[in-house]
């Protein structure tokens, strides 16, 4: 008998979790079974470095406790948790006359398909899925809002849809803002990058509320208050206009709205900006001086500013600032940010957006909680289908979310890799596979290569990938035809235009899966704005002024909108170190209460001492933390790291059941996480609200 170390390999692979860097992976596979999970070189940016979440997690994730293997039918209450195993067969009659009972008595629009952005693989994240729904005419979803949506519009408002800088390019940079992005955290090989410009002599500026870890390397750190990042920028754009400091000749040739831009800015002289913002005039100042100063300025934005009210004024004034002073043009000077719109993506096709009824509705995705609820409606939702996605660890005022689940009347289809909060209120569970049991390929959001994986293992269980439980449920209903059945092959080539020069003559499901395919224009050149990529806006121009945006929300220049702060705290709750997003909410790493995150003199304030047991609370509920005493964190702020479950806290609610879903950002009707205001105690073992 061979011993286990023989029946060892090492396995390509890449990691689809919703994040920017889509790291490139090598997979140790022993007996059929992953065992292992590193970084691999096949992505030269990724480059062999992985985050500690995927090395620790993944395993358990695949092969854990908590990982779905058959399908499933609810035997007990909802979100008891109580199941048995049925057949797959048995799972998908129930699944079809739990739809086709909602057509027949409200019309196929009572019909939700509740997913958002689980596995980032183009298959697995939205192809036979969405074909199926259109198909099926079922209600469909805006799902930006809840999370990236506000940022991409802010982007796209700038610069259309043309690819930015390429995170690599910043190590050209002389300046590099770091604003709103834990990188260490959510983006973690651009810290490499940093460290490359640093050694040659650049300088790192660090905004953000909380003294997150890269601002300890940082030259210049400004700690902001939540919400106010437009004033700051406004306020910068401000001084360097007072000072001279901006490029004439490249606002007449590159930019639109520059005067409409600064009519606003200019509301923000020095003392004001530091009076809004919690920043000292004097760091502002130093700050200009260096922006003055630098020959190659890079931006890097993170998800963090659209998290408020101002959010998507705040992204649009810190990329204005490179406008204004000719920061873009050449390698190292530009906005680092959605360089992946390089990949020669086809969704459409891939998505099937010709079987696309118009007439059909359209919801925002803060809003399914409210639609579920809402039973006097002329078409109601009766039947709910929960796939890549887990509501009630991520979305706003969490009770709504528990409570429309929790209705009966509402058949509910879940889909995931393993048991979560959401799962727990379906009524019949279809077991999914993981990224490594099926064929997938990848262009991320982050930076501009594109990837393939082949299966590195067996469907564990009776799991099966998203295309193929697609493939059948559409049978079910009829849909034999190409569109609808086509394999997990001709489904890679109807993703990305295979005739970009980069795949060489190859159809895209040839590629490599042991080399990762940079895209750069179609002649080879680098991607660098208003240079060789134009932006891809009506005037082929920066836009500071969107006529778009003015005509849907008042907001055709970003201005500072704040909100009435009723409690005396300000809860954020960005990326975890311990989770993406909510995957790995399961896994040991995130066993036990969450850590909350506060100033000394807050926790002094109210008696309050270094791991104690706490309760946040206001009119939404009330969670249960373990307190950390943090220099990192300024007065009237508290953290706690987003995409907790329900097992973390006493009360069996998260974070999340603080948040308002009725507080939208300024532009694209975004999720407010930010404008959450709360109060804290010690945790005596009852509700704040008895």
């Known amino acids: ?21 889509t790291c490139s992976l090598s997979v140790e596979v022993t007996e059929g079974k992953v065992t292992a999970v590193r970084g691999s ?108 949506g506000v940022r991409g519009l802010a982007y796209e408002s700038l610069y259309g849809n043309a690819p930015g800088m390429p995170p690599e390019q910043a190590a050209h940079s002389d300046l590099i803002v770091v604003w709103g992005n834990n990188v260490t955290v ?4 651009l810290t490499r990058v940093l460290k490359d410009a640093r050694a040659k002599g650049a300088r790192l500026v660090v905004i953000d509320p909380k003294r997150i870890k890269i ?3 940082a030259d210049l750190y400004l700690q902001v208050k939540p919400g106010t990042d437009v004033v700051l920028a406004q306020g910068l754009a401000a001084e360097l206009e007072r000072r001279g400091a901006f490029d004439a000749e490249f606002i007449a040739t590159w ?25 000292a005039e004097a760091d502002i100042a130093t700050l200009a001086d260096w922006m003055q100063a630098a020959e190659r300025m890079a931006t890097s934005t993170g998800n963090g500013m659209e998290r408020g009210r101002s959010g998507g004024s705040g992204l649009r004034a810190a990329m204005a600032l490179n406008a204004l002073l000719g920061q873009h043009g050449r390698l190292g000077a530009g906005s680092i940010a959605k360089s992946g719109l390089a990949s020669p993506k086809t969704r459409g096709r891939l998505q099937g957006d010709h079987l696309i009824d118009p007439a059909t509705r359209v919801v925002n995705i803060l809003d399914v909680a409210k639609l579920m609820l809402d039973r006097a409606q002329d078409v109601p939702i009766a039947a709910v289908m929960i796939y890549n996605h887990n509501p009630v660890a991520t979305h706003p005022d969490q009770t709504a979310m528990l409570k429309a689940l929790a209705q009966e009347e509402v058949f509910t289809v879940g889909c995931d890799v393993v048991m979560t909060d959401s799962m727990a209120y379906c009524d019949v569970i279809l077991p999914a596979a993981t990224h490594f049991e099926h064929h997938e390929i990848f262009a991320a959001y982050g930076q501009n290569y594109v990837q393939r994986a082949e299966p590195v293992i067996a469907p564990v269980g009776e799991s099966l990938p998203n295309t193929e439980i697609f493939r059948r449920l559409a049978a079910r209903f009829g849909y034999t035809e190409a569109a609808h059945q086509a394999d997990d092959l001709t489904l890679m080539d109807e993703a990305m235009d295979a005739s970009h020069p980069q795949f060489k003559g190859r159809r895209p499901s040839e590629m490599p899966v ?11 050149r680098p991607l660098v704005l208003c240079d060789t990529v134009t932006p891809a806006t009506p005037s082929g121009r920066i836009e500071l002024f969107s006529a778009q945006l003015e005509a849907e929300t008042g907001f055709g220049v970003p201005r500072f909108d704040p909100v009435s702060q009723d409690l005396p705290l300000v809860l954020i709750s960005p990326s975890s170190d311990k989770r993406i997003n909510a995957t790995f909410g399961s896994a040991p790493l995130s066993a036990g209460p969450e850590h909350l995150e506060v100033h000394a003199e807050d926790a002094a304030a109210r008696g309050l001492s270094d791991g104690d047991l706490v309760e946040l609370s206001n009119a ?8 950390k005493l943090s220099g990192a964190m300024q007065r009237g702020v508290v953290y706690a790291p987003k995409g907790t479950w329900r097992q973390s806290s006493e009360t069996g609610l998260t974070a999340n059941a603080l948040i ?18 709360v109060e804290l105690r010690a945790y005596t073992g009852r509700l704040a609200a008895e």
Not at 620 to 627: A, D, E, N, P
Not at 660 to 677: K, L, M, Q, S, W
């Open 1 to 21: 008998m061979s011993s286990p170390a023989s029946d060892s390999r090492i396995l390509p692979s890449v990691c689809p979790l919703d994040c920017p860097d």
């Open 41 to 148: 070189d096949a992505n030269p940016f990724t480059a062999g470095v992985v985050c500690n979440k995927v090395t620790r997690a993944y395993p358990d994730f695949v092969h854990g406790p908590a990982r779905l293997t058959r399908p499933l039918r609810r035997t007990g209450p909802r979100g008891s948790g109580a199941f048995e195993p049925i057949s797959w067969d048995e799972a998908l009659d129930l699944v079809t006359e739990g739809f086709k009972a909602a057509i027949d008595q409200h019309g196929a629009q009572s019909i939700l398909p509740l997913n958002y952005a689980g596995p980032h693989g183009e298959l697995a994240g939205g192809s036979l899925d969405r074909r199926f729904f259109y198909r099926l005419g079922a209600t469909r979803m805006n799902r930006g809002p809840l999370c990236g």
């Open 186 to 189: 959510s983006n973690l090989h």
């Open 215 to 217: 601002a300890e390397q």
């Open 255 to 279: 930019v639109e709205g520059a005067e409409a831009y600064m009519a606003e800015a200019r509301k923000y002289a020095l003392a004001e900006t530091a009076r809004l913002t919690g920043v």
């Open 514 to 524: 042991t080399r990762a395919l940079e895209m750069q224009l179609a002649d080879g």
């Open 620 to 627: 939404r509920g009330s969670v249960t933390f373990r307190l």
């Open 660 to 677: 308002p879903v009725d507080v939208r950002t300024d532009i694209g009707d975004g999720a407010c996480y930010n404008e959450t205001f």
